[in-house]
């Protein structure tokens, strides 16, 4: 199990396995600790979420969101040279936690150790971008800051923009999407529907 683990379930640049890893690695987490802040995080934020974007819409997001923090990640790997493996949900969560600051600037947040002290929520992710560009510059390596700054930019930018573009304007393309599957079924290529 572990070098399948490490093979598909780990965003490595160098790696022979290189677009399956983009979504799987958010899957997979380094400890229970891990994935337990990572769930904590997850499960505080997304409800708020569904309610701007809705289940479907959420699910569609979040994966994407994988997949584009992973890429990003890759991109600074590539930059620096630093070929080091990473996991977890951390960046598609930034992309969660990044639209619920972004819609609602102006919601309390608390951290659950310290909760007595309270802060908005567009603080929160303007100290969050912060950290995470001081460690991409830094090169601390604790996190992966290029995969929390892809997550936070994507998810800043889907709220504002991406829905209006992407997922309004989605019937073109799912029928263009159906068009070409028919047409290859017709020619003997792919399954019928």
Known sequence: MRRIMFTYFTSDPSSRALCSPML????????????AANMYVLWSFSSSVVSLLGCEQFIAVYLSAGVISTFVSYVAKMATGKFEP???????????????????????????????FTFTAGNALKAIIAFDTAGLAL???????????????????????????????????????????????????????
């Open 86 to 116: 990473s996991l977890g949900a951390s960046g598609a969560i930034m992309t969660v936690l990044a639209a619920v600051c972004t819609k609602m600037p102006e919601a309390k947040l608390a951290i659950i150790f310290l909760p007595m």
């Open 24 to 35: 799987l690695s958010t899957f997979s987490h380094f400890s229970l600790f891990h994935m």
């Open 139 to 193: 090169g601390w390596r604790f996190f992966d800051h290029a995969a929390h700054l892809g997550g936070a930019l994507f998810g800043m930018w889907y709220v504002t923009y991406g829905h209006e573009l992407i997922w309004k304007n989605r019937e073109p393309l799912v029928k263009a999407w159906h068009e070409m599957r028919t047409k290859n079924t017709g020619k003997g290529g792919g399954r019928p529907n």
